[in-house]
């Protein structure tokens, strides 16, 4: 006999269970998309945690290099500045004795250029007919342009004869030719002067004429002017050098001083950073796989929500109580 009363009973017990089922699968299904979301944040934090200490790895190799870099120069430096100053009373003893040699030999070029000019004759020089022989307006307008740099006009022989030659009897003109100071005039300027002792007219002159003999102690006092402007040059320089020496050396040893004050600071720096880096690598160990195990599980999330997902949608379907049907 059929019992409507226990098939009720079963028929509630059945949607029931089929309820508590359908709840607990929602249930997984939350889980998991939680799940999901959670391994998902926690991902993304490890990957920015990660970057934090590839950063700080990249900072602390670059700025070793710098700072490395940084070291070596002022290394280089103090250590040149330094040998300067040490050194510096041997460089400005040796320059001094190379001084003391080139201005003897100075000496000896001026004797050499007195001794044509001490020949001049005033008296013979102002019968030369200078204005009617253009070899002798070249000679003289050269050395008055010259020597006479200071002058306001142009050369003028009639009153080069009066002034200088006559009533002056050379002894101004001698003496600028002999302590001319050769330096400060530019190279182009010297050879002007040299290159007459090669120009024919003025060589001929001095040979061929007998009263080229003024001109020809000209020309051998040329053969002088290139040396001695030469040697004044290098006595110039050398005296340049011993009071640079002498100025530099001090200024030069401080410098050396805080080149290496410089160096241990920077090796401060370097050794600071160092230890830095090594904390980095260090804290970063424990998360070398962290980012592909965390990566993983959100895969796997994944996958166990799609299937739950595809059993609830495909394979589970709740049954809804209809009401009214043959066991009401």
């Not at 949607?15 to 944040?41: I, P």
């Not at 030999?105 to 044509?116: F, M, S």
């Amino acid at each position: 006999m059929f019992e409507k009363g226990r098939v009720q009973s079963n028929e509630e017990k059945f949607f029931a269970l089929h309820g508590d089922v359908n709840n607990r699968l929602q249930g997984a299904s939350s889980s998991y998309s939680n799940g999901d979301k959670f391994y998902g944040e926690y991902s993304a934090f490890i990957q920015k945690l990660t970057n934090t200490f590839e950063g700080l790895q990249a900072y602390c190799s670059e700025n070793l290099t710098n700072y490395a870099r940084s070291q070596e120069e002022a290394k280089a430096k103090a250590t040149k500045d330094g040998d300067f100053a040490k050194n510096a009373e041997e460089f400005i003893r040796s320059k001094t004795e190379d001084l003391i040699k080139k201005n003897k030999y100075l000496d000896e070029l001026k004797a050499k250029l007195k001794e044509p000019l001490a020949n001049l004759d005033a008296k013979k020089i102002a019968k030369l007919k200078v204005k009617e022989t253009p070899a002798l307006t070249t000679i003289f307008t050269a050395f008055f342009n010259f020597y006479y740099k200071d002058a306001k006009e142009a050369f003028d022989w009639a009153k080069f004869k009066k002034e200088v030659v006559e009533k002056d009897q050379l002894d101004d003109f001698q003496a600028r030719l002999v302590n001319a100071d050769y330096p400060s005039y530019t190279p182009e300027e010297i050879n002007s002067l040299v290159v007459l002792k090669d120009d024919p007219a003025i060589k001929d002159f001095s040979t061929g004429k007998k009263e080229g003999a003024p001109i020809m102690d000209l020309l051998i006092f040329l053969d002088y002017v290139g040396e001695t402007a030469k040697v004044q040059g290098e006595i110039n320089r050398l005296q340049d050098e011993i009071h640079r020496i002498k100025e530099d050396a001090p200024k030069r040893s401080e410098a050396a001083k805080t080149e290496a004050n410089w160096c241990e600071v920077l090796q401060e720096n370097i050794t600071h950073l160092d230890n830095l880096n090594n904390r980095v690598v260090e804290s970063a160990k424990p998360f070398g796989n962290e980012v592909e195990r965390t990566n993983e599980m959100v895969r796997l999330f994944e996958s166990h929500k799609g299937a739950l997902r595809n059993f609830i949608n495909n394979e589970y379907t709740p049954i809804q109580k209809v009401p009214g049907n043959v066991y009401n």
